[in-house]
């Protein structure tokens, strides 16, 4: 009976090394992705100028940050991160929130093509 309890007990030790082993890679591949959005800090500031009304087919065309945002995460989350990234630089932009209101649709229109 004594071989059988150093098997297991072996058994228990192989088991508990491989648990701590595959909890630290897991950690470690989770901390090596990138933030790309955080809705805390990256949202659009407010404009102080009151914006003016836009005529009803403007209105149809208009792009929200929420869309915009919301096309772009898909598109990194399918692989295209450096895309993403290039195209919000094209812009004169270091983060989503920077780019300019009026520039939404046209990001859109370019981010769709990727």
């Given at each position: 009976?004594e ?88 812009y004169?932009?270091?983060k ?19």
């Open positions: 009976m071989p059988m309890m150093k098997i297991i007990n072996a058994l228990a030790a192989l088991t508990a090394a491989l648990q701590e082993f595959t909890a630290q890679t897991t950690e470690g591949y989770i901390n090596t992705f990138e933030e790309i959005y955080n809705p805390e800090t990256d949202e659009p500031q407010a404009a102080e100028a009151p914006k003016e009304q836009l005529a009803p087919e403007q209105e149809t065309e208009t792009v929200t940050f929420v869309q915009l945002r919301s096309c772009l995460s898909e598109i990194s989350r399918a692989g295209h991160t450096q895309e993403v990234k290039e195209l919000i630089a094209k004169g932009a270091e989503l929130s920077d780019i300019a209101e009026a520039d939404y649709a046209a990001v859109l229109a370019e981010a769709e093509g990727l």
